[in-house]
């Protein structure tokens, strides 16, 4: 009884852990089959995967020969700048050489930047000991010129300006392993505000969008340019100069050596550049300024900021220079405004995300707007729009500015992506178009409109977007904010005139606050309206420009230029506050300093003012006329006057080939090239699946192993 | 060890439900936005799905001979791809090529089954539909090719996923790139022709 009873339990014991373990085992089995069978699967996947790596080249490039094997351009090019600056106004000398290292003759094309407000005074070509000076003449007239020079063979060049700071050099014959040089003088002034001076060196240009239908009967092949005329800027052709990367590009191509001799007049107490990292040596007044690093690569513009000695910040100046026995006379005055105004706002963010802002200039883009948001206080209301190829709004008006509307913005703002084409018409068209039409500084609800625009203005048809802000800009002020290595410049100070506001650029990302302080500390103080300058004799007020200063915001200096007036006697400048109080300020012209090149900055001014009045449509044949002959008269490059060098002997046989190529410039640090890319289009979905299976089995497996083991 | 154990099962079944919450989020995502597409057309604008998001219902693509239709939102970035298939560039309705990319574990996974010849439909916001027939197949490296978009014919509709289809690497180079032609180059001025919907409202 007793062994029975124990023996029963002992064999189901037994029998019953034969089955468990055949049925473990078989488990076991199948789990490591099925782990090896993913292993297996797997590798054939990444097998499929590197197969068909070699495909053919579909996507067609410049340099890109019939075998799909990039060609660096065999045309080498590096740059000099040296840059005198005198108080206000900064004298440059640019040189750029040419080194054929093909063994053919060579015509060079290239199409660079210079600052916003440059005027190019002069043209010099140096070939070996030759050196040839550069005359001024009607557009068609010197391409006429050149284009006969290029044919007979001797040396030419020609520089032609495509926008007020894009500009084109072309050399022509330029002989097999030679280097040949062109050297341009341009002036500009310097801009100065909160104690602060600036100058910007372009180096090179964010490829730019071209709104529009393609020109059908255009031409199909390669022009120069990447881009093709469209209906709305029908020289696109000729301001896309392809993009490439620096390794792209010879070794020693597309570098530049910078030096600055800044003598200000006034101690210099800092010198410094967000951008570039800078060696100053100071010599009595004057500071010589070098990059660190020596040549710098022309990816991204170089910014220079001095300062004076604190508490030496000048707040007026008049500068004086004869002419062609002609006075000229320069004054500058900064009105001390210190109180704040406390209006509520409404303020509009405009945010650019197109293809162009993607890289680094997004991440600037947003960190601007996500400060911008800050500054907003509980009385404001504000909305933000993003552009690209087409445009949205966050809100479709603009909200109070709470705190739950302010997260909602800051959460849209951060998941801001670029992408697409720069309409920005449309997004003018919104962000304008929700203004009231009503004159003064408020809106119907008793709010400033202020319109923040964030880009890198990218786009081909400047004038038709500055027509469209003057045409609907109502009662709201504009304010630009440049972002990226190379913004266009000249956009972001033209918009914000006619916008009726500033602009301001970033450079880096390090380098948002700064700008950025400065641009919504003027958005918040008041604004000095209605300026009037009184010169001491009324008979030659047609001869000062400009012509209608624009209104001033914190710490900028309000500057005239005139001409045909003695150093004596006192200017006067009035102006009203938005409290309804006026302002006045006196200067003393007897105390003038001989200045530079004050004549050519009159002139420019001139040109402006004229050329401002053919914005909206047509230059009519009167300010063609007037512009050409201002131009010829000072020297200064132009829409319709370009500078034209040519060699009197021809150096190349007609019988041998000419080709023309095409300088690339390079893509400004941190953008991402410009070609549509592949977007990225698989999700992690099957690796997580795959890992999770996996996870499962293995862990499955191990709970099985551990309860045979431990069982 | 059962703590371990347990842990990590736990982590796997995270994993796991993160690996299938993609394809759910795919198909559940297409049918609020036929709703948004619905409204977008009925109202002819811009109608966004969901308040916060950043994309909005572009057209609708058709692959008849799969039985299938998807809604294509604007843009190819993250957030748009993991709803829909995206639209890169162009507009059926408008001048110049349209290129519509799509994830190829979701939306896009049926592009496989597309030969030379296969038919194609686009349907924009005015109802109107364009037909395309696919012109050729073929696997592109995103290393060295770019979408040069002004050797693209106007008439061209590219569609474009990643390669392999069964891949696990979501990063990886290759694309599979379906081009098809409309034979006719689109009419503008049609976009003006009475609206016929077939999406019904539900609004």
Redesign the interface.
Known sequence: MLTSAVATPSRSAATRPIAHRAIRCMEGISLWLAFLLMLAS?SM?AE??EA????E?????HFVDSEGQWQEPATLLTTEYRVTVSALIADTRLRQSFKNTSQQWREGVFVFPLPENASVYALTMTAGERVIVGEIKERAEAKRQYDQAKKEGRRAARVDQQRPNLFTTRLANIPPGETVSVELHYQQAVRYQSGEFELRLPTTLTPRYMPG?PIADGPKQWQGG???PTTQVPDADKISPSTVLPEDVGPDSHRAKVELVISAGLPIATVTSPTHGLTSTWNGDAVTVTPNDGDILMDRDLVVRWAPVRGQEPSAAVFHEQWRGEDYLLALLVPGLAQDRQLPRELIFVIDTSGSMAGQSIRQARASLLRGLDTLGPADRFNVIQFNS?T?TLYQQAVPADSYNLD?AR??VR???A??GTEMASALDVALGQGGTEQGEENANGHVRQVVFITDGAVGNEAALFAKIRQQLGNSRLFTVGIGSAPNMHFMREAARYGRGTYTAISDLGDVSGPLDELFGKMQSPVLTDIQPQWPDQQAVSESFPRRTGDLFKGEPMVQVTRGRAARGELTVSGRLPAGSRWQQALDLGQAAPGKGLHRYWAREKLDSLLDTGLSGHVDEDTRQAVTTLALDHQLMTRYTSFVALDKTPVRDTSTALETEHLPTLLPAGSQ?A??????????????????????M??SA??MV?RRVFA | MNRVLLLMVMMSTTVLTAGLWIPLKAVVAQELLELAWAESQARQMETRPWPWADTWPVARLSLPELGQSMIVLEGAHGESLAFGPGQVLGNAAGPGPVVIAGHRDTHFSSLRHLEQGSELKLQTRSGRWYRYRVDNVRIVDSRHERIDTSQLDDDTLLLVTCYPFDGLDNRGPLRYVVEARSGQPPVVSNERDPVQIDTVAGL
């Open positions: 797997h996947m499929a995967m068909p790596g070699q495909s080249g579909a996507g067609a490039f239908a990447w881009a093709t087409q949205s909602q959460r849209y998941n801001l992506t992408d697409g090239p070609m549509l890319r592949y977007p990225q289009t698989a999700t992690l979905s099957p690796l997580l699946v795959a890992l999770g299976l996996l996870g499962l293995f862990s191990a709970l551990h």
